[in-house]
């Protein structure tokens, strides 16, 4: 592994991002390490070994974490991690590496932990409920040395702002979701455009740029002013995902916001690390 990045106190030296989300850490159709010694109740001490598509995902989660490296170089840079840490038990509990939800925050911590070690800050925004109930990500993020939010002083919040090098991001794993493939961008201008407006009425800050997840389906746009994505997931489509979104593969994203070569209050450079699926097979009689 490249040597670790500088290090950095002073926020203002950062002009790094690196973003990434939904990990969904116990599921079987998401990413998990090769072999994984099972805490369950009743399998303590049991190895599990990753299935085919587990194995896929961590040849690409490997292969991300040595670009996101490559490119950042020896400058320093913060990690965003943008919710859905784990799986959890949810609904009826099918799909399961482990019916233990310790299990699930064990894998995700064994997972981002020896990027979170590299990173100069760390921040991290909460996920779905359902999948991580309301405390299971702020103490993961604690663990792993996360920064507490400065109003709640939760180590994961429901939205960060960042300002970065004068243009200011914001952070949030929901965002509108839509089974109609034309759809998708048209979804990341009204969410952003959203933000912009609801804060000018409120007197808050507004987003110059925002960052989301949750939607499984990767996708940015840029202008001269503006910055907007939606981070791709670290989990294959589920049962309940084939309901509706069947044909929408995920791609699985590691991004790199990059500052370091624009004016002061301009849009990132995007850099992102996308892993297409491979083919679906087709059956000739």
């Known amino acids: 592994m490249p040597k670790a990045a ?7 030296d950062i002009r790094l991002l690196v973003v990434f989300s939904d990990l969904h ?7 998990m390490p090769r072999e994984y ?14 299935n085919k598509q587990q194995l896929w995902l961590h040849d690409c989660w490997d292969d991300g974490w040595r670009r996101v490296y490559d490119y950042v170089g ?20 099918t799909e399961l590496v482990s019916d233990d939800p310790t299990d699930h925050m064990i894998i995700f911590d064994q997972l981002v932990r020896p990027h979170a070690e590299r990173a100069a ?23 792993l040395g996360f920064e507490p939010h400065p109003d709640s002083g ?13 243009f200011k991001m914001l952070f949030r794993h929901h965002m509108e979701v839509t089974s109609r493939e034309w759809l998708r961008i048209g979804g990341l201008n009204r969410e ?24 499984h389906m990767y996708d940015s746009i840029k202008n001269s002013k503006n910055f907007v994505m939606v981070c791709g997931p670290w989990q294959r489509t589920t049962r309940h995902g084939h309901t509706k979104w069947s044909g929408m593969f995920p791609e699985p994203t590691i991004t790199v ?29």
Not at 25 to 31: F, H, K, T
Not at 195 to 210: C, F, M, S, T, V
């Open 6 to 12: 500088k290090r950095s106190t002073k926020p203002s």
């Open 25 to 31: 850490s116990g599921s079987r159709r998401a990413l």
């Open 37 to 50: 010694t099972l805490y369950e109740e009743g399998a303590l001490g049991q190895t599990i070994k990753a």
């Open 74 to 93: 020896s400058d320093p840079w913060a990690m965003v991690f943008l919710g859905d840490a784990i799986e959890g038990i949810h609904h009826k509990r």
């Open 121 to 143: 800050k760390r921040f991290a925004v909460r996920g779905t409920q359902c999948h991580t109930g309301d405390t299971v990500e702020m103490k993961l993020a604690e663990k």
């Open 154 to 166: 939760q180590f994961a919040s429901d939205r960060w702002i960042i300002d970065v090098n004068g």
């Open 192 to 215: 952003l455009d959203n933000e912009i407006l609801a804060a000018a009425k409120r007197d808050q800050p507004q987003p110059d740029g925002a960052a989301f997840a949750h939607r």
């Open 257 to 285: 916001l990059d500052w370091r070569n624009v004016p002061a209050g301009s849009p990132p450079e995007e850099k992102t690390f996308a892993y297409k699926m491979q083919p679906q097979s087709v059956f000739k009689l």
